[in-house]
Nanobody, 125 residues
Framework: QVQLVESGGGLVQAGGSLRLSCAAS????????MGWFRQAPGKEREFVTT????????YYSDSVKGRFTISRDNAKNMVYLQMNSLKPEDTAVYYC??????????????????WGQGTQVTVSS
């Protein structure tokens, strides 16, 4: 089992940056692909990015490609999301999630087994 706790959210002006962190507990963290999703009020949960268990493979949604970077440190059981050039449309609750079955169907939130509680990101215009 894996427990996930996100941190690093907050209020930032458009064009600014934030770095989200996700702390994982559990001995098998390095076996999981990890993803970030977000959910804005009144909208469905949306895929943002994912990283393979080794950290060698990453995928991004078109809306964040080139602005966001996912990384992980398996020695520290941590996943990070560096968000640059933030836009008001990036405003959402951001969730960290763990997937035990590799990167297949990585955009589908139902394929992720464990979720954090979320952290709010608000980008003002």
């Amino acid at each position: 089992q894996v427990q996930l706790v996100e941190s690093g959210g907050g209020l930032v002006q458009a064009g600014g940056s934030l770095r989200l962190s996700c702390a994982a507990s559990g001995r098998t963290f390095s076996n999981y692909a990890m993803g970030w999703f977000r959910q804005a009020p009144g909208k469905e949960r949306e895929f943002v990015t994912t990283i393979s268990s080794s950290g060698h493979t990453t995928y991004y949604s078109d809306s964040v490609k080139g602005r966001f970077t996912i990384s992980r440190d398996n020695a520290k059981n941590m996943v990070y999301l560096q968000m640059n050039s933030l836009k008001p449309e990036d405003t959402a609750v951001y969730y960290c999630a763990a997937k035990s079955t590799g990167l297949g169907y990585y955009r589908d939130p139902t394929k992720y087994t464990y979720w954090g509680q979320g952290t709010q990101v608000t980008v003002s215009s």
